[in-house]
C-alpha cells in the first residue's frame, strides 16, 4: 500500500544532541511537509519541500533544518534540541495544487532528556 | 485571514449515542476546500473527508456524515452509533486555493471525543 513511513517512532536524545527524524513515501507526492505538534495543540507546519524548493515558515526556529535528498525522503535535523523541542513530529505529503489532501505518517515523538 | 473554530474541546458520550463535531470557518477566498482529520491515541493524523467550497451536499460514509453550510461557514461532523474506536482528537482545517505553491492547511483546536462502554 501506499504510504508515509516515518522512523523511527519514538526518538529520545539528550539536550543539546543533534538528532535526525526520517520521512519516506511511496506515494510519488510532490510535497513534504513537517509539522512539530505538541501536547493538545494542533499541529504546527515548520517547512515544507515542494519537489526541490525548500519553503520555510516565518517563525520557526533556526534550530530546525530539513533536506529532501530525492522525491521518497526527507529529513529533520535538530541541531541543539531543547527540552521545548519534544514534542510530536509529523510528516505530510500532498500533490502540488494549495487544495490537495495532505497525507500523514504516524509521526516521531520526540524526547529530550 | 483564514481561521477555523472549533468549540468543543471535549466531549463524552456513551456508546451507541450520537455525536455531532461542530467546525466554523473564515475565509476571505472563494475556493477553499475544507477537511476533517482523526487522530487516536497512537499519533497519526488519518485523513476523513475533503470538500470543497463549491459542492455543498451533505455526504455520508458509513456512520460518519458530513453537513457542509456556506451560510453559516460551517462543517459539521456527526458520528451515528459511536463506538468506544472512535475515541480520538477530530481535527477540523481548511486550505484555501490562494496560498502560493503547495497546501497549507490551517488547524482547528481539535475535539477530544471519548466514547465509554
Known amino acids: 500500500d501506499a504510504m508515509v513511513i516515518q522512523n523511527p517512532r519514538y526518538q529520545v536524545t539528550q539536550f543539546g544532541k543533534p538528532v535526525t527524524l526520517s520521512c519516506s513515501q511511496t506515494?510519488?507526492?510532490?510535497?513534504m511537509y513537517w509539522y512539530q505538534q505538541k501536547s493538545s495543540q494542533a499541529p504546527k507546519l515548520l517547512f515544507h519541500?515542494?519537489?526541490?524548493?525548500?519553503?520555510n515558515e516565518a517563525d520557526t526556529p533556526d534550530n530546525f533544518q530539513s533536506r529532501r535528498p530525492n522525491t521518497s525522503f526527507c529529513f529533520l535535523d535538530i541541531r541543539s534540541p531543547g527540552l521545548g523541542d519534544a514534542a510530536m513530529y509529523l510528516c505530510?505529503?500532498?500533490?502540488?495544487?494549495?487544495?490537495?489532501?495532505?497525507?500523514f505518517g504516524p509521526g516521531t515523538r520526540l524526547t529530550v532528556l | 485571514a483564514q481561521k477555523v473554530t472549533q468549540a468543543q474541546t471535549e466531549i463524552s458520550v456513551v456508546e451507541k449515542e450520537d455525536v455531532t463535531l461542530d467546525c466554523v470557518y473564515e475565509?476571505?477566498?472563494?475556493?477553499?476546500?475544507l477537511f476533517w482529520y482523526k487522530q487516536p491515541p497512537s499519533g497519526e493524523l488519518v485523513f476523513l473527508i475533503r470538500?470543497?467550497?463549491?459542492?455543498?451536499q451533505n455526504e455520508i460514509s458509513g456512520r460518519y456524515s458530513w453537513n457542509f453550510q456556506k451560510s453559516t461557514s460551517s462543517f459539521n461532523f456527526t458520528i451515528t452509533a459511536s463506538q468506544v474506536v472512535d475515541s480520538a482528537v477530530y481535527f477540523c482545517?481548511?486550505?484555501?486555493?490562494?496560498?502560493?505553491?503547495?497546501?497549507?492547511?490551517?488547524f482547528g483546536t481539535g475535539t477530544r471525543l471519548q466514547v465509554t462502554l
Open positions: 505530510a505529503t500532498s500533490w502540488r495544487q494549495p487544495t490537495d489532501t495532505q497525507y
Open positions: 506515494l510519488n507526492h510532490n510535497v
Open positions: 519541500y515542494y519537489d526541490k524548493d525548500f519553503n
Open positions: 475565509t476571505r477566498d472563494t475556493t477553499y476546500y
Open positions: 470538500r470543497n467550497s463549491f459542492d455543498e
Open positions: 482545517a481548511l486550505s484555501e486555493r490562494n496560498t502560493g505553491t503547495a497546501s497549507k492547511l490551517t
